[in-house]
C-alpha cells in the first residue's frame, strides 16, 4: 500500500514510517513536512493511505489538506494522526473527508488496529468521541474500535435500497455530494434525496451522525 505521512515533526514520522514498515505490510512509505509539499507529491503519485497530521503550523489547514487530499487522491484514505484530539476536531475531521483520526497520545498498537480498520474499508474514531456528547448517540452497536472483522452496509442495515447502500458507500469514502453524483453519474439533487432518505431510515440527522453510526456499527465500505 503506497503511504504518504504528513507531518512537520521529523522525529515523529520517521518513527512512524519505522513502525509501519515492523508492523505491517506496509513498506512503499514517503514522508513530508509541509501540507504543499504533500500535495504535490500527491498530485503525480497514487497514495493509498494517507497519514496527516492535522494541525501543521502553515497554511492549508488541517481540513483544507482533507480535501485536497480527496480531489487528487479520491480513492485514497485519509486517516489523521493528530497531537489535538477535541470532539469537535475530530467531527470536523470526518466532516472533511478524513476516514479516521487517531490521537499521537494513543498507543502503537491502538494505531495499527485502526489502520487494519480502515484498510479493511471501515471507519476508525476514538472511544472519546464516540461517547462525547457533541455527536448524537444512535444506540448502536460497541465501537469499531474493538474489531477489525466489518460487515458490508447490506449485512448491517438490510432495509436499505441497492441505490442508498451506493451512496452511502461514497459518504464513508468521505465523498462531497458533487463528487457522489459523478461516481454514481446521477444530479447533485438526486443525491440530496437520497441523502435526506438515508438520513431517515438510520434515524441520524447528517452526514457525520451517519458516519459516526456506520463506524460504531462496524460497517465497511465496498
Request: glycine letters at 6%.
Amino acid at each position: 500500500m503506497r503511504t504518504l505521512i504528513v507531518d512537520d515533526h521529523p522525529l515523529f514520522s520517521d518513527g512512524l514510517r519505522l513502525l509501519l514498515m515492523a508492523s505491517t505490510t506496509i513498506t512503499d512509505i514517503a514522508c513530508c513536512a509541509s501540507g504543499r509539499e504533500a500535495l504535490d507529491l500527491a498530485s503525480h503519485t497514487p497514495f493509498e493511505l494517507v497519514l496527516l497530521d492535522w494541525n501543521l503550523g502553515s497554511a492549508p489547514t488541517g481540513a483544507e489538506l482533507v480535501q485536497e487530499f480527496k480531489l487528487s487522491l479520491p480513492r485514497a484514505r485519509v486517516v489523521i494522526v493528530s497531537g489535538e484530539s477535541s470532539a469537535a476536531l475530530v467531527k470536523l475531521a470526518i466532516e472533511s473527508g478524513a476516514v479516521g483520526f487517531v490521537p499521537k497520545e494513543s498507543s502503537s498498537a491502538l494505531l495499527i488496529d485502526a489502520l487494519a480498520i480502515t484498510a479493511h474499508g471501515g471507519i476508525y474514531l476514538p472511544l472519546a468521541v464516540l461517547a462525547a456528547g457533541e455527536l448524537r448517540s444512535t444506540g448502536a452497536a460497541a465501537p469499531a474500535a474493538a474489531r477489525t472483522t466489518l460487515r458490508s452496509i447490506g449485512e448491517v442495515f438490510p432495509e436499505l435500497s441497492a441505490r442508498h447502500i451506493d451512496v452511502l458507500n461514497c459518504l464513508m469514502r468521505g465523498m462531497p455530494n458533487k463528487q457522489i453524483a459523478r461516481e454514481l453519474d446521477i444530479s447533485d439533487g438526486t443525491v440530496k434525496q437520497h441523502l435526506n432518505a438515508v438520513f431517515r431510515e438510520l434515524a441520524v440527522q447528517n452526514r457525520t451522525e451517519a458516519v459516526y453510526l456506520l463506524a460504531k456499527s462496524g460497517v465497511r465500505f465496498d
